[in-house]
């Protein structure tokens, strides 16, 4: 697998309004997005910093994986998304390495990228998200 770098940490957050008074308000950091993913029924807030982001999401819906992340294990890190070529191609070799995946197939996520998630039971406790650019195929 090419690994390219971290792409982004995605932090679970009760409130994207509250958070923001942090990372704008005292890191100085800037949200330069916000965008809804309604199949995951969560907003999204994007924050760059150098060549990595902060995500923050919020849940739309109290049963929905980010509520139910929060329910569990209180706001926080919910998972580190690395960058890799392919989303596709990193899936099938963690699938054929033995581990077990959320994903089987890549599908579309915030901020114009395709992703897909590692089951975090194989990585060590950490939901490990694989993201690469949505490259439009005419
Ligand atoms: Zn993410």
């Known amino acids: 697998m090419k690994i390219d770098r971290i792409e982004h940490i995605g932090i679970a957050v009760k409130?994207?309004?509250?958070?923001?008074a942090f990372y704008e308000g005292v890191l100085g950091l800037q949200c330069y997005k916000q965008e809804i993913v309604e199949e995951q029924h969560v907003k999204t807030a994007f924050l760059q910093l150098g060549n990595v982001k902060i995500e923050l999401?919020?849940?739309t819906w109290d049963q929905g994986p980010v509520a139910q992340f929060i329910?569990?294990?209180?706001?926080g890190?919910?998972?580190i998304a690395y960058r890799v070529e392919s989303t596709q191609e990193a899936l099938q070799e963690a699938l054929d390495k033995g581990l077990?995946?959320?994903d089987q197939t890549e599908r579309d996520g915030a901020d114009?990228?395709?992703?897909?998630?590692?089951?975090?039971?194989?990585?060590f406790g950490v939901?490990?998200?694989?993201c690469s650019e949505k490259v439009e195929r005419t």
């Open 127 to 130: 939901l490990t998200e694989f």
């Open 100 to 102: 077990p995946l959320i």
């Open 112 to 123: 114009n990228m395709k992703i897909g998630f590692v089951h975090p039971k194989g990585s």
């Open 57 to 59: 999401l919020e849940s």
């Open 71 to 75: 329910a569990k294990r209180g706001e």
């Open 77 to 79: 890190i919910h998972h």
């Open 15 to 20: 409130s994207i309004d509250q958070a923001l």
